[in-house]
């Protein structure tokens, strides 16, 4: 049912916490609701030169969700704006091994990668 | 190998060695066909049946002319209901059920359904019990049936099954009651309470699986039911195809012991089970046993732990198998409908564990699993941005979730 990169994630999750959403240089996404069962709250911390400095997570979901949000975090670290935004939910699910049913999980990672770099760019009066 | 717990009892349970024994013969040696009259092998197996019926009509006050072998308690469910609608069609065509049954009686209700029969669901209560009351209410001159479980079989909740019969007799109407997850734990007797047809499956039992029976009351009222599968005319023309011996000599030898040890163990049960509430009920905040904790079954505990997903729960047991009401773990991706019946909120219907403690669980089981458990909740909400949004003291039902909230309709997973 989960393939051993997702135990792996589940068991010793990557990045897991929460900046202070205060500060100018952090964007915040959060996305899913409680009534469906997932919550997935992704941070990034940008720096003077538009690149992804850092990046935390929390998830209220499954080990599936829990494993993309991780996994999203690391791969948004040392990257620019525009190229998180190219991250997709297809390759998470991929890397991950993702039965069809669980995709959905990997959806919520990129609309939460998404969401960050929107706040992202709200708080800096540039999106 | 990593040793695994089992705690998923009302899913299944391990057949009983004694149990296992018992059928043994009837695989190999006494292989024989019961309808056999002319011979030796066909006296052994019916004689072995004749036994299996006697041992699973005394766990039930029955006679054993009472007891239809069947294929297990799905098959029951549906032949009683559908068996007595069409037995009974000039006499009325409205059935009474509870909406946390059990899907074998819900989608016998949803096909009758489609072919004229009215059907009320009825609600039940916080506690997952139906009010006698509103039975009593939905009751017209076209009832013929109220079919209500003994106990549920995700929350272990006990339904007023006593005063049920005694309505559907006042009334003249049948009562089916589905006892799978009732029966061998506590005492169930259906003179007593007035059932007139029962469902019953082996493998909740110890039995083995494939294997089930009905009791169709002969006497005060004698029930008719038309048949479902039609052929040889077995089990008095109720239910047709070659008996399944080794299996009924394993229901049967399950029955006699749970009749010997269910006092006993049942006690067992309800001390451990208990124990297990308690140590997760004084050791994490923010807990909730679902559905009733006095009628409830000795051997379950269904409890909602707030601000984290029941998957990952068990993900995180990961040596111990247990089950949970979350959408992640179903098919459909809609949490659990019985939990959503009691008015269980959806975020803590996601966020529950159904613990079905059996026979073969010890002690020591128990308080490894309380403990891994307060372990696997407290990292999960560390993990939980739900839980940090509670502990900064955001209001979580006040908070606009967006697109992906509830406002589509309550459907689960829309993205
Ligand atoms: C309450 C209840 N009724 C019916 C069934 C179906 O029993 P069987 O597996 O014997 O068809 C079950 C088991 O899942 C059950 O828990
Ligand atoms: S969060 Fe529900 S299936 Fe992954």
New interface residues.
Partial sequence: MYSQKVMDLFQNPKNVGSFDEGTPNIGTGVVGSPACGDVMQLQIKVNEQGIIEDARFKTFGCGSAIASASLATEWLKGKTLDEALKIKNIEIAKELELPPIKVHCSVLAEDAIRGAIEDYQKRRGTG | MKKFIYMDNHATTPVDPRVFEAMKPYFMEDFGNAASRTHVFGWRAAEAVKIAREQIARLINAEPDEIIFTSGATESDNLAIKGVAAAYAEKGNHIITCQTEHKAVLDSCKRLETQGCTVTYLPVGRDGRVDPAQLRAAITDRTILITIMFANNEIGTIHPIAEIGQIAKEHGILFHCDAVQALGKVPCDVQALGIDLLSISAHKMYGPKGIGALYVRRRKPRVKLVPIIDGGGHERGMRSGTLNVPGIVGLGKACDICREEMALESARLAALRDKLQNYLMTHLDEVYVNGSIEHRLPNCLNMSFA???G??LM??LDDVAVSSG????S?T?E?SYVLRALGVP??LA?SSIRFGLGRFNTEAEVDYVAEKMVGVVKRLR???????MAKRGVD?STVD??D???AQG?H????
């Fill in positions: 601000y984290v997903e998957e990952s993900m995180g979350s959408a992640c773990t098919a991706l949490p959806v975020e996601h560390e993990m939980s941005p739900l839980y940090e979580l979730w967006g992906h909230g509830h309550g689960g997973h829309s993205h």
